[in-house]
């Protein structure tokens, strides 16, 4: 089993900037990828970037963050982070980590981003 604590959201103006960090711990030798999604009220859970855990470190972002939003990762801190930039009232939405731990997908308890117009 995985856990995920994450922290970085809040209140933010329409073009500021947040850094979302996620931390792994438990089972992090089985983890294949880690990556966000997001949920706005009244809308399906959908995924934002997401970045393997390989030599290469593929990554794959939404078309809607694409530009705006990069993830990265600190190997040593088992921890994934999510900068975002350019922020859009359309990126307020609970935010979730996850890891892919061999198929089974491990959910953080969400952080909330606000952006205001």
């Known amino acids: 089993q995985v856990q995920l604590v994450e922290s970085g959201g809040g209140l933010v103006q329409a073009g500021g900037s947040l850094r979302l960090s996620c931390a792994a711990s438990?089972?992090?030798?089985?983890?294949?990828?880690m990556g966000w999604f997001r949920q706005a009220p009244g809308k399906q859970r959908e995924l934002v970037a997401f970045?393997?855990?390989?030599?290469?470190?593929?990554?794959n972002y939404a078309d809607s963050v694409k530009g705006r939003f990069t993830i990265s990762r600190d190997n040593a801190k088992n921890t994934v982070y999510l900068q975002m930039n350019s922020l859009k009232p359309e990126d307020t939405a609970v935010y979730y980590c996850a890891a892919d731990a061999r198929g089974v997908v491990n959910w953080g308890q969400g952080t909330q981003v606000t952006v205001s117009s």
């Open positions: 970045a393997a855990i390989t030599s290469d470190g593929s990554t």
């Open positions: 438990g089972s992090i030798f089985s983890i294949n990828g």
